[in-house]
């Protein structure tokens, strides 16, 4: 498509539910980024993917966050037992190899 | 230390004003910059690239001082619809290269 798709926009889920969240990059883009934005922050990096490199997973939170991509397509981060902490935009970007990030228009996601 | 470092604000400005931003980053060896717009509740987008000899994108000129790892933004005859928090960003380069580092970013509102 002609942007970063992300959906859902919105997801509500109870405390120590798993939710599944997804990116569809720009086509041929190689990059692949999640970043978490909670409410009045900054930019939080939370993983990057890189063609078939292995994913720089460092700024992942905690073992409950896990992200996948397949090849330079659709990639899925998921959180497992929900924490009431983990509310927040999480923001997915690509580019390509590097060169200036699009953005996702995000998911908001509430932990109740 | 934060890899960037940004001014938070917030600036309020009248239409008309000239503002300036700065933001510092840690790691001398930090080969791009750019700043990015992020609108409230909206996903951040690319304002401008930085380069060493500066540059300047209509009523927006940016500036980089390697030697004292420094960066600006300088915004002239601001308008209402500039109002936005502005995000000073970095590629390190080296291992991280292609990830980003993103400032907390400044908020500006310019006010009729």
């Known amino acids: 498509g002609a942007g970063v798709s992300q959906s859902p926009s919105n997801k509500v889920t109870e405390k120590g539910k798993d939710v599944e969240l997804r990116c569809d990059p720009i086509s041929g883009h190689t990059a692949l980024y999640w970043y978490r934005q909670r409410l009045g922050q900054g930019l939080e990096f939370l993983i990057y993917?890189?063609?078939?490199?292995?994913?720089?997973k460092s700024g992942l939170p905690s073992d409950r966050f896990s992200a996948e991509r397949t090849g330079e397509s659709v990639s899925t981060l998921t959180i497992q037992r929900t924490q009431q902490e983990d509310s927040a935009v999480y923001l997915c970007a690509s580019s390509l190899q590097g060169v200036g990030y699009t953005f996702g228009s995000g998911t908001r996601l509430t932990v109740v | 230390r934060k890899e960037v470092e940004q001014d938070p604000g917030p600036f309020n400005v009248p239409e008309g004003a000239t503002v300036a931003f700065n933001c510092t980053y840690s790691?001398?060896?930090?080969?791009?910059f750019f700043w990015y717009r992020q609108d409230c509740r909206k996903e951040p987008k690319l304002l401008m690239s930085?380069?060493?000899s500066g540059n300047e994108d209509g009523r927006f000129t940016a500036q980089l001082n390697r030697a004292s790892q420094y960066i600006s933004l300088l915004i002239r005859d601001s308008k209402l619809s500039d109002s936005a928090t502005y995000l000073c960003v970095v590629n390190k380069g080296g291992s991280t290269l292609g990830r980003l580092y993103f400032g907390r970013g400044t908020q500006l509102t310019v006010w009729p």
């Open positions: 930085v380069y060493s």
């Open positions: 790691n001398s060896a930090s080969q791009s």
């Open positions: 993917f890189q063609g078939n490199s292995a994913p720089d």
